[in-house]
């Protein structure tokens, strides 16, 4: 399970290492490191010099946890390039992402630890309820799939289809959610580029596509990006009636 590991690995040794195990795509990459990390998008934000965890997965999607809390403090939901190399002395990692234009720059200004994973493919996983359970869930808590997302209509009819979730992001473009149980194929992209361009048809504002998944297939996840569309995975959902006080189940009674 565990091809290659590194310990207090200086910069070059580091960049090598990323560069063979990311290049190869079959495996899961961490790293442990006193990090500098700078988000550039839809916003822009710094994390300020911090102990670290970086995961970059076999998709390219790439997450920093700190020391605390289980949502990760950056990431970078799906990746068209990953690029590393030595800046000022220090190795680098760049995680960027085409369309919307987006990046995350991650600098290891220590790295304690480099580790490179394989992870075999694991049985289809699938959200327990019902699709329609899932959409009021997420109706309910749509920062599960983004911060500051909201919803104005579920299940909206469209000449093309009912659209699952239709939504304002935080920036005040229109948003599309498709939702599916379990892991996403080509043809859940179809369906959200169809309801996409249906929207975009009688619409003069911005308007984004998310597909919300437990997972989703490499060449689906290629045709969301090649599109301008985008993958959240959504692997837990919080409890309808959950109060802040207990950790959310997965579904609580309607």
């Not at 369906?191 to 689906?220: F, K, M, N």
């Amino acid at each position: 399970m565990i091809r290659a590991q590194l310990h207090r690995p200086d910069p070059a040794a580091l960049v090598d290492f990323l560069d063979e195990h990311l290049r190869s795509g079959d495996c899961l990459v961490q790293v442990v490191s006193e990090c500098e990390v700078l988000y550039s998008g839809r916003a822009a934000s710094v994390a300020e010099a911090g102990d670290y965890l970086v995961i970059v997965k076999q998709d390219g999607s790439v997450q920093v946890h700190g020391h605390r809390s289980v949502k990760p403090v950056n990431w970078q939901p799906q990746t068209d390039d990953i690029f590393v190399a030595i800046e000022d002395g220090v190795a680098v990692m760049r995680a960027e992402r085409f369309q919307p234009s987006e990046m995350v720059r991650v600098a290891f200004l220590e790295p304690a630890l480099a580790q490179a994973v394989g992870l075999r493919e694991s049985g289809m996983f699938v959200l327990m309820g019902s699709e329609a359970e899932m959409q009021q869930a997420l109706a309910r808590h749509p920062e599960v799939i983004e911060p500051g997302l909201e919803v104005l209509h579920r299940e909206l009819p469209t000449e093309v289809g009912g659209i699952d979730l239709f939504a304002r992001d935080a920036d005040g473009a229109l948003v599309v959610v498709e939702l599916k149980r379990s892991k996403a194929t080509q043809e859940a992209v179809h369906q959200l580029s169809r309801y996409v361009d249906g929207v975009r048809r009688t619409s003069s504002e911005p308007v984004r596509g998310i597909l919300a998944a437990p997972a989703v297939t490499a060449p689906a996840l290629n045709q969301l990006g090649s599109l301008g569309l985008e993958f959240r995975e959504v692997s837990a959902l919080p409890g309808i009636d959950d109060d802040a006080d207990r950790q959310p189940s997965l579904f609580a009674p309607v």
